[in-house]
């Protein structure tokens, strides 16, 4: 299979309906027949850092890269940065804002449950500049 | 094992979207109001038992592929929720009872 590249932008403007990019890339992996655990973990995985975009930097761009070995997620922002890279990847370290905590998120959770659901997982941030994850997930 | 149809059945919940909707199986629930514990920790074949009724608990039991929503207390989904379950055919239920005891009479309906 040749790889395919798919290409996103998030939108950072309305929480409620984060999650567009993650559920086309959940729909096509379907499509092409990958087992229902790896698609589930891409899922995860890419919303998580999805609504992290979100919440944090008010959007970005997201590429996919799908290949007969696995799936690479390159998710990158043009927001604040993260501070404390080891301390935002401890479960419960949250930075977010009560809105988003009201609506059932900002528990500290992101980064820990995409490392969980990852094979690789790489962090890339600079303070004022922007944050790139590189999340690879193999079949 | 027992699907979400008969769960429902058996259990007395409602439909708020997709009582015509192909039933998966249940082999247990995971009771969380925090997204984000849910998105990591509830397994595939968990029902979301939940008071949350926005659209992002429809986009999580999307992600994390759950057999279907059970919101408690009588809680409704917004209607943008409501929209998003029916594009994504997920299938959301009505519980009039608060989810401690939603919780029990399921674990007690699964455990026959």
Not at chain 1, 72 to 93: F, N, S
Not at chain 2, 9 to 28: D, I, M, Q, S
Not at chain 2, 32 to 60: F, K, Y
Not at chain 2, 86 to 104: F, G, H, K, M
Request: with cysteine; aromatic share 6%; charged share 20%.
């Amino acid at each position: 299979m040749e790889p395919i590249i798919l290409k996103y932008q998030v939108d950072g403007s309305d929480f409620s309906m984060a999650g567009e990019a993650s559920s086309s890339v959940k729909k096509t992996l379907k499509q092409l027949g990958f087992s229902p655990d790896l698609i589930r973990r891409v899922a995860i995985a890419m919303y998580e850092g999805e609504i992290n975009m979100v919440i944090h930097a008010d959007g970005g761009e997201a590429t996919v890269e799908i290949s007969q070995s696995g799936v690479r997620i390159i998710l990158a922002d043009h927001g604040p940065g993260i501070k404390d890279v080891a301390l935002a990847m401890q479960e419960g370290y949250s930075t977010a804002p009560d809105e988003v905590r009201n609506l059932g998120f900002g528990a500290g959770m992101g980064l820990p449950n995409i490392k969980k659901y990852s094979d690789d997982l790489k962090v890339e941030t600079e303070l004022g500049v922007g944050t790139t994850l590189t999340i690879q997930i193999n079949t | 094992m027992m699907n979400v149809h008969e769960l429902a059945a058996a259990c007395g919940f409602t439909y708020f979207n997709g009582k015509e909707l192909e039933a998966r199986p249940v082999e247990g629930a995971y009771c969380c109001d925090l997204l984000s514990w849910v998105i990591g920790r509830a397994g595939d074949q968990d029902a979301l038992v939940t008071v949350m009724s926005n659209p992002n608990v429809i986009a999580v039991a999307v992600m994390a592929d759950l057999p279907c929503v059970i919101l408690t207390e009588g809680v409704r989904p917004d209607e943008k929720a409501l929209e998003k379950a029916r594009e994504n055919d997920v299938i959301v239920l009505s519980s009039s009872e608060p989810t401690y005891a939603t919780a029990l009479k399921i674990g007690k309906v699964l455990a026959g």
